[in-house]
């Protein structure tokens, strides 16, 4: 995914120089100078429609609970041990 990215940014003429990759766990952790250059500001954001029946959502809804609601520490923690190997991350 990063690569494709890389590659389409090129694609679309933006100089390698203004090309900067940076992680964060959270927008928690971005300045606010960060945020509004990535995800707020008009000129530069993104939005990609996203369609998916009542069944997908519930299911989206619950997993998102599950990873970022309070007071589910340990049904992540066993999500974890049990799914987490299936997750495919960047580290």
């Known amino acids: 995914m990063r690569e494709q990215?890389?590659?389409?940014?090129r694609d679309e003429?933006?100089?390698e120089n203004k090309i900067t990759v940076s992680r964060?766990?959270?927008?928690?952790?971005?300045n606010p100078d960060q945020?509004?250059?990535t995800t707020l500001c008009p000129d530069t954001r993104r939005l990609v429609p996203f369609q998916a029946d009542r069944e997908t959502i519930k299911q989206m809804t619950?997993?998102?609970?599950l990873l970022m609601g309070k007071g589910e520490a340990a049904g992540r923690r066993a999500w974890m041990e049990k799914?987490?190997?299936l997750v495919e991350a960047d580290v």
Do not use: C, N
């Not at 990215?5 to 940014?9: I, S, W």
């Not at 964060?24 to 971005?30: A, P, R």
């Not at 619950?62 to 609970?65: G, L, P, R």
């Open 35 to 37: 945020l509004w250059e």
């Open 24 to 30: 964060f766990k959270g927008l928690g952790e971005m």
């Open 13 to 15: 003429g933006v100089s």
């Open 5 to 9: 990215t890389l590659v389409k940014l």
């Open 83 to 85: 799914d987490g190997g």
């Open 62 to 65: 619950a997993t998102f609970t």
